[in-house]
């Protein structure tokens, strides 16, 4: 059965959002939750080598990148194109074209630019609250 191996609440939370979304989780895949101590471990290590999260594994595909992970998942479970575009084509119309754009746009765009500010300011939120930069907090918040 695919799996998906990833943290809570980590970059690989909206996949796993999207594999709900989409009533994967149970029946046809399974999302096997792990620490960061976890993902260090010689069995993960076996399938990662790079020691990070998340990771999918379908039979004797592998594939460790939150992007590559998504696109992948989407492509082959999102059939009726709930969550994502369908891939264009020659015979793609302009609009096709300019929907598909947007997604791409925007997927990488989270993945790239904006997870990567929410993760740090999830994580300066783990210091006690006197410990906080309150101006970095309130600026990561806009």
């Given at each position: 059965?695919?799996?998906l191996?990833?943290?809570p609440?980590?970059?690989?939370?909206?996949?796993?959002?999207?594999?709900?979304?989409l009533?994967?989780?149970?029946?046809?895949?399974?999302?096997n939750?792990?620490?960061?101590a976890?993902i260090?471990e010689?069995?993960?290590?076996?399938i990662?080598?790079?020691?990070?999260?998340p990771?999918?594994?379908?039979?004797d595909?592998?594939?460790w990148e939150?992007?590559?992970?998504l696109?992948?998942l989407?492509?082959r479970y999102?059939?009726?194109?709930?969550?994502?575009?369908?891939?264009?084509?020659?015979?793609?119309?302009?609009?096709?074209?300019?929907?598909?754009?947007?997604?791409?746009?925007?997927q990488?765009f989270?993945a790239?630019?904006?997870?990567?500010f929410?993760?740090?300011?999830?994580?300066?939120?783990?210091?006690?609250?006197?410990?906080?930069?309150?101006?970095?907090v309130?600026?990561s918040?806009?």
């Amino acid at each position: 059965m695919p799996m998906l191996y990833h943290i809570p609440k980590s970059v690989s939370s909206p996949i796993v959002q999207c594999l709900v979304e989409l009533g994967l989780v149970g029946d046809s895949l399974v999302a096997n939750e792990l620490s960061f101590a976890d993902i260090k471990e010689s069995s993960y290590l076996d399938i990662n080598p790079m020691g990070t999260a998340p990771t999918f594994q379908d039979g004797d595909v592998i594939i460790w990148e939150s992007g590559a992970v998504l696109t992948y998942l989407l492509e082959r479970y999102d059939t009726h194109h709930k969550l994502h575009p369908a891939s264009l084509s020659t015979t793609s119309t302009p609009a096709q074209i300019a929907d598909r754009a947007k997604f791409l746009h925007l997927q990488h765009f989270i993945a790239a630019t904006v997870y990567p500010f929410m993760a740090s300011l999830y994580i300066h939120s783990f210091k006690p609250t006197k410990q906080q930069d309150a101006d970095y907090v309130e600026c990561s918040k806009k």
